[in-house]
């Protein structure tokens, strides 16, 4: 799931279709893919394929990290800095 959620975001051998991209990186997320995880919220973060959230893309990005995903905790405690200052 997560592999084809990553060629329909980028086009690679499928037409790139951010949408069905977020559902296959939802659906991978939730069985505990982490990069599926961190990539959910890169897109709610850039509003891809779906409504640009940052709460949402944050609550992935803790999901993310939790799993042990470590740009997942980078890019969450950067997010996290940059919302204190």
């Known amino acids: 799931m997560y592999e084809l959620g990553v060629a329909l975001y980028m086009g ?3 037409v790139e279709d951010p949408v ?4 296959y990186f939802k659906k991978a997320a939730d069985l ?3 990069g599926a ?3 959910l919220a890169d897109c709610y973060l850039d ?3 779906v409504e ?3 709460g949402r893309a944050l609550e992935w990005l803790m999901t993310a990290a939790e799993m042990g ?3 997942a905790q ?3 405690l950067a997010l996290l800095t940059s919302n204190i200052t």
């Open 69 to 71: 995903h470590r740009q």
């Open 37 to 39: 995880a961190f990539m």
């Open 47 to 49: 509003g891809v394929g």
């Open 20 to 23: 069905q991209a977020v559902k």
């Open 12 to 14: 690679d051998g499928v």
């Open 32 to 34: 505990g893919h982490s």
């Open 74 to 76: 980078t890019r969450a």
């Open 52 to 54: 640009r959230d940052r």
